[in-house]
Every structure is written in structure tokens, then in C-alpha cells.
């Protein structure tokens, strides 16, 4: 075994294992320094302890290819993405509209943009693939204490495999609800920043309603500053796979981060969210919650919860949680939350889970009540889900997605994506 330190690039400390195989001290999403083996080789004897220590880089050539049984893969259809994992993206520009009755900073920045990076770095293949692929953001910039609202509708991506990053921005003190509403045809791998500053309070909700072949997966990145409120709301109703990773991290003392879910997966569909909470600064809040419903043969869904305590975030109040209603036979529904807590001064922190089917006692005090079966089923459903809905804080599209959910049981199309209000 070699002992000391080896030559290596401006940044990284490369280390000699007992195999005399490399690793290296990276930088992980919450900043921290970790030893981990080499992602060019996929091979090494450290493994990751800790949720912030996978490797991260902006290089597609520097992670390994992915074989499925990868922690962040083996409950992801990787043949159906393997287009986004290794293929060749088009990064160029897309056609998409603006609706604000407010005067709202959206443009597209070159990829030397002072902001790129600024909230986390890809942790898998197909988030570096998209990274390595774009040619300019879409930049969206919110500025001034009163409130706006901004829908971007993007629903002319394209059969073609394409990879995407966009910049959300909030300056400090700003207040503003941002709607990224996705529709269409799409084969798109994308990375979305999000920058709270100081200050600022921020509501995203990424909307999923593509067409039922398409495949779409995405990592947001959000940096909360100090005593800044963020909500980050992922809707996922259409497409064939549908895989949306975010991870926020509570980077400065008093940041709030709340994490909200809510989908339904049809027979056949593969919606799929890894959620990743870092409460790095002390005196931070947060809260995960996320809900779903699955009907037909083959609907499937993943939910995975990482909350991280760092040693630094004393006082924190955090707790996350994911619940799945299944409404027929056929399905399937993963759910893990885990919970890393690495100092001892807290306010609390928890976690939760559960997947079943209808609460017999609701159906049954509503059918005494003369509702029809069917109907009551429909009502416990509505119920159930309407938890998340409205929290989004977005009356027009609170409204479709109701409508949305009533079309989904009823087995009917769903409101046509512009139609919000």
C-alpha cells in the first residue's frame, strides 16, 4: 500500500487505496470533502458513507456507464433512457412562452453565465450528459418585493433527443411563484438551478403533462440563502418515464425548505422522483411530502427521500414524508426514506411512509351516506391528493390539476396543457 498523496489535477487530492487504486476527495452537493472511488474506472474500496459525498462532476466522460445496479439506477428503467444516459443530445434553444402579468426577466445566458453551478453539480450520467450537451440556459430572473407570477409552457422540445439547463433566480428580498409547464413530445435530459438569495421567497413547481410516449428526466439544484423561503412542487401526471431528482440545500442559517409531490401513474408509466434534503447551516426547517396514486397494469412509481442533518445544522426542525394510494391490482410503488443526522442538537426530525389501498372506514361512511361506490372512491382519491395541490399557491393551475385528477379516474383525457385558467 502506498501511504501520502499522489499527483494529480488542481482541486483534487488523489489517494492510494490498499489495492493501490485511486480515489479522490471531491466535493459532494452540500460542499463537504469525501473520499470515494474514481468514477472514470467505477471500481475502488471506499465506498460513499454519507448522501453528499457521491461524485459529482459537469463531465459526462467522468462517470462510469451506467449498468442499473448504481443506487441512483436499480429502480429506473435504464433502457428506456439509455438515449439520455449515453446518446448524443441537440443543446441548443427550444420555443416557449411567457405568461406574467408582471414584467419578468427570462432570456437565454451563454454557458460562461456567473450562475451556472452556483447550485449543485450532476451526480448521475444523464444529468452530466444534459449539462455537457447545452449550448446557452433559459434564465428566468426575479427582482422586487411584490409578488409575481410567471407559467413558462414548453411544449415544442420535439421527438429528438435533446439536453436542456435552465437558471431560476431569485434576488434577495424578492417574492415570486415560478411554473415550468411541460408538455408535448420530448426525449429530454435537463438540469434546473435555483438560486434563493438572501431574503427571498420562492415558490417552483415543475409541471410533467407530456405526451404518453415521451421521456423526460431532471435533476433541479436549489441553494437556499439566509432566512429566504423556498417551495419546490413537482406535479407528474403524463409521459412514459418520467424521472424528476430535486435537491435543496438549506445553505444558510434560517433558510426554509419545504419539498412537495404530488402524481398519478397510469398503466404502463414510470414516474420516479429521488428527493435529496441537506440542512447544511444551523436554525434551517424543513419539510418533505409527497403523494400518489396508481391505477392500471403496470403503473409504477419510485420515491426515494434522503434528509441530510449536517454537523453544522444545529437547531433544525426537519421531518419528510410519502404516501401511496393504489387503486388497482397490477401496480407497483417504491418508497424509501431515509434520514442522516450527524450532530445532536436538534429541534426534531422524522420520517415516514406508507403504501395501501382505500381506507374502508372513509368508503364506508361515505357510501351510508348514499354515495355511490364509484363516486366515493373518486371523492377519497380527490381528498387525498388535494393536500399537495394546494399548497402550490398558483390558483390556474390548482384548478387543472383538480380537473386533471377528476380526468384521470375517470379514465378520460386530461385538460389541455394551456388551458389554465
Given at each position: 500500500?502506498?501511504?501520502?498523496?499522489?499527483?494529480?489535477?488542481?482541486?483534487?487530492?488523489?489517494?492510494?487505496?490498499?489495492?493501490?487504486?485511486?480515489?479522490?476527495?471531491?466535493?459532494?452537493?452540500?460542499?463537504?470533502?469525501?473520499?470515494?472511488?474514481?468514477?472514470?474506472?467505477?471500481?475502488?474500496?471506499?465506498?460513499?458513507?454519507?448522501?453528499?459525498?457521491?461524485?459529482?462532476?459537469?463531465?459526462?466522460?467522468?462517470?462510469?456507464?451506467?449498468?442499473?445496479?448504481?443506487?441512483?439506477?436499480?429502480?429506473?428503467?435504464?433502457?428506456?433512457?439509455?438515449?439520455?444516459?449515453?446518446?448524443?443530445?441537440?443543446?441548443?434553444?427550444?420555443?416557449?412562452?411567457?405568461?406574467?402579468?408582471?414584467?419578468?426577466?427570462?432570456?437565454?445566458?451563454?454557458?460562461?453565465?456567473?450562475?451556472?453551478?452556483?447550485?449543485?453539480?450532476?451526480?448521475?450520467?444523464?444529468?452530466?450528459?444534459?449539462?455537457?450537451?447545452?449550448?446557452?440556459?433559459?434564465?428566468?430572473?426575479?427582482?422586487?418585493?411584490?409578488?409575481?407570477?410567471?407559467?413558462?409552457?414548453?411544449?415544442?422540445?420535439?421527438?429528438?433527443?435533446?439536453?436542456?439547463?435552465?437558471?431560476?433566480?431569485?434576488?434577495?428580498?424578492?417574492?415570486?411563484?415560478?411554473?415550468?409547464?411541460?408538455?408535448?413530445?420530448?426525449?429530454?435530459?435537463?438540469?434546473?438551478?435555483?438560486?434563493?438569495?438572501?431574503?427571498?421567497?420562492?415558490?417552483?413547481?415543475?409541471?410533467?403533462?407530456?405526451?404518453?410516449?415521451?421521456?423526460?428526466?431532471?435533476?433541479?439544484?436549489?441553494?437556499?440563502?439566509?432566512?429566504?423561503?423556498?417551495?419546490?412542487?413537482?406535479?407528474?401526471?403524463?409521459?412514459?418515464?418520467?424521472?424528476?431528482?430535486?435537491?435543496?440545500?438549506?445553505?444558510?442559517?434560517?433558510?426554509?425548505?419545504?419539498?412537495?409531490?404530488?402524481?398519478?401513474?397510469?398503466?404502463?408509466?414510470?414516474?420516479?422522483?429521488?428527493?435529496?434534503?441537506?440542512?447544511?447551516?444551523?436554525?434551517?426547517?424543513?419539510?418533505?411530502?409527497?403523494?400518489?396514486?396508481?391505477?392500471?397494469?403496470?403503473?409504477?412509481?419510485?420515491?426515494i427521500g434522503d434528509v441530510l442533518i449536517g454537523p453544522d445544522a444545529s437547531g433544525t426542525d426537519s421531518y419528510e414524508q410519502n404516501r401511496n394510494l393504489v387503486l388497482t391490482d397490477g401496480t407497483r410503488a417504491d418508497s424509501i426514506p431515509n434520514l442522516e443526522i450527524e450532530t445532536g442538537d436538534i429541534q426534531g426530525a422524522g420520517h415516514a411512509s406508507a403504501t395501501g389501498r382505500f381506507d374502508d372506514e372513509q368508503l364506508f361512511?361515505?357510501?351510508?351516506?348514499?354515495?355511490?361506490?364509484?363516486?366515493?372512491?373518486?371523492?377519497?382519491?380527490?381528498?387525498?391528493?388535494?393536500?399537495?395541490?394546494?399548497?402550490?399557491?398558483?390558483?390556474?393551475?390548482?384548478?387543472?390539476?383538480?380537473?386533471?385528477i377528476e380526468a384521470e379516474l375517470a379514465g378520460e383525457p386530461r385538460p389541455v396543457t394551456g388551458a389554465v385558467g
Amino acid at each position: 500500500m502506498t501511504d501520502g498523496t499522489i499527483s494529480s489535477p488542481e482541486g483534487v487530492i488523489s489517494l492510494a487505496t490498499a489495492d493501490d487504486e485511486t480515489a479522490e476527495v471531491v466535493t459532494g452537493t452540500g460542499g463537504r470533502p469525501a473520499i470515494i472511488s474514481d468514477a472514470t474506472t467505477g471500481h475502488g474500496t471506499v465506498p460513499v458513507q454519507t448522501r453528499n459525498e457521491r461524485f459529482t462532476s459537469v463531465s459526462v466522460a467522468d462517470f462510469p456507464e451506467v449498468t442499473g445496479q448504481e443506487v441512483m439506477w436499480k429502480l429506473s428503467p435504464i433502457t428506456k433512457l439509455s438515449a439520455l444516459i449515453d446518446g448524443a443530445l441537440d443543446g441548443g434553444r427550444y420555443e416557449f412562452s411567457v405568461e406574467s402579468e408582471a414584467a419578468i426577466d427570462v432570456a437565454w445566458v451563454p454557458r460562461a453565465d456567473s450562475r451556472i453551478g452556483l447550485a449543485g453539480i450532476p451526480e448521475d450520467r444523464a444529468s452530466a450528459n444534459a449539462w455537457s450537451a447545452f449550448g446557452e440556459a433559459l434564465a428566468i430572473t426575479l427582482d422586487g418585493e411584490e409578488h409575481q407570477e410567471v407559467r413558462i409552457e414548453r411544449a415544442a422540445f420535439g421527438p429528438s433527443a435533446r439536453g436542456a439547463h435552465t437558471i431560476i433566480e431569485a434576488k434577495p428580498f424578492s417574492n415570486a411563484v415560478v411554473v415550468l409547464d411541460n408538455a408535448g413530445a420530448a426525449l429530454l435530459a435537463e438540469n434546473v438551478e435555483i438560486i434563493v438569495r438572501d431574503g427571498a421567497k420562492l415558490t417552483v413547481v415543475t409541471v410533467q403533462d407530456f405526451a404518453d410516449d415521451a421521456r423526460y428526466t431532471a435533476t433541479h439544484f436549489a441553494h437556499v440563502g439566509r432566512d429566504a423561503q423556498f417551495k419546490h412542487v413537482v406535479v407528474s401526471l403524463g409521459g412514459d418515464v418520467i424521472r424528476v431528482n430535486p435537491a435543496v440545500t438549506l445553505a444558510e442559517p434560517g433558510a426554509d425548505g419545504e419539498m412537495f409531490g404530488v402524481y398519478f401513474a397510469d398503466s404502463g408509466q414510470h414516474l420516479e422522483q429521488q428527493v435529496f434534503l441537506f440542512h447544511k447551516a444551523p436554525n434551517t426547517r424543513g419539510r418533505v411530502n409527497y403523494k400518489g396514486a396508481l391505477q392500471g397494469d403496470g403503473a409504477r412509481t419510485v420515491w426515494i427521500g434522503d434528509v441530510l442533518i449536517g454537523p453544522d445544522a444545529s437547531g433544525t426542525d426537519s421531518y419528510e414524508q410519502n404516501r401511496n394510494l393504489v387503486l388497482t391490482d397490477g401496480t407497483r410503488a417504491d418508497s424509501i426514506p431515509n434520514l442522516e443526522i450527524e450532530t445532536g442538537d436538534i429541534q426534531g426530525a422524522g420520517h415516514a411512509s406508507a403504501t395501501g389501498r382505500f381506507d374502508d372506514e372513509q368508503l364506508f361512511y361515505l357510501r351510508s351516506r348514499g354515495i355511490p361506490e364509484e363516486l366515493a372512491r373518486r371523492l377519497v382519491v380527490r381528498g387525498f391528493l388535494a393536500e399537495i395541490v394546494q399548497k402550490i399557491g398558483y390558483a390556474p393551475l390548482e384548478e387543472r390539476l383538480h380537473a386533471a385528477i377528476e380526468a384521470e379516474l375517470a379514465g378520460e383525457p386530461r385538460p389541455v396543457t394551456g388551458a389554465v385558467g
